[in-house]
């Protein structure tokens, strides 16, 4: 399973650096302080480390074996074209994307994952 939601991350991150790089050299938001997350924030900060961490770094776009997420949530829109929406998120981390595989989440999981990403 995690290595699931590494892989569908992956595509996520590489779409969000992607875009960060055709926008020139703007800066990206920074991340919420951990210190100002709520607990639903928290908790997915610990699925996103136990599951995700080993292939993605949060704050940054630099890769790790997978894009760097730093502000996925707040781009515009993907490469697809497609908006980083909650349920575009949620979709691609369940059926994967490309050569991503998707991954089951209960729905708690997947909910605090989610917060947690819109803090990065």
Same mark, same amino acid.
């Given at each position: 399973?995690?290595?699931?939601? #590494?892989?569908?991350? +992956?595509? +996520?991150?590489?779409?969000?650096? /992607? ?5 020139? #050299?703007?800066? +990206?938001? @920074?991340?919420?302080? /951990? ?13 996103? %480390?136990? !599951? #995700?961490?080993? #292939?993605? &770094? @949060? ?5 790790? %074996?997978? @894009?760097?997420?730093? !502000? ?6 993907? @490469? ?14 369940? %059926? ?14 997947? %909910?605090?994952?989610? /917060? &947690? +990403?819109?803090?990065?």
């Amino acid at each position: 399973m995690p290595t699931r939601i #590494c892989s569908c991350l +992956l595509i +996520l991150i590489a779409s969000g650096a /992607a875009l960060a790089a055709m926008a020139g #050299c703007k800066s +990206l938001p @920074p991340s919420k302080p /951990a210190s100002e997350w709520t607990p639903v924030e928290a908790r997915g900060a610990e699925v996103f %480390h136990q !599951a #995700c961490a080993k #292939c993605h &770094y @949060p704050t940054t776009t630099q890769g790790l %074996h997978g @894009p760097g997420l730093q !502000a996925i949530t707040k781009i515009k829109a993907m @490469p697809s074209g497609a908006p980083p929406t909650d349920e575009r998120l949620t979709a691609v981390i369940q %059926h994967g994307h490309g050569t991503m595989p998707g991954t089951t989440l209960d729905d708690q999981q997947m %909910h605090d994952l989610l /917060a &947690y +990403l819109h803090t990065l």
